[in-house]
């Protein structure tokens, strides 16, 4: 899994990011269980982009409500 940067995010329409956004939470749950069994750093960096792009989201979604 390659770390999603915000303007790559910002290029992704609506769908994509919904779509990427399951993905990487099927990917979070997978790499808790290998978690457990020895150590990783991968599921921070999970976590950290699924922040990203609901952040992203969120400022997105902010922008198109202010007149």
Do not use: Q
């Not at 999603?4 to 993905?23: G, P, Q, Y």
């Not at 609901?54 to 902010?62: G, P, R, V």
Request: aromatic letters at 0%; zero cysteines; proline letters at 1%.
């Amino acid at each position: 899994m390659a770390k999603l940067k915000a303007k790559e995010i910002r290029k992704m329409n609506k769908e994509e990011k919904m779509k990427r956004l399951e993905e990487l939470k099927l990917e979070l749950i997978k790499a808790k269980v290998s978690t457990a069994k020895a150590g990783s750093s991968k599921v921070k960096e999970i976590k950290r982009t699924i922040a990203r792009i609901l952040t992203l989201n969120k400022e997105i979604k902010s922008s198109v409500e202010k007149p």
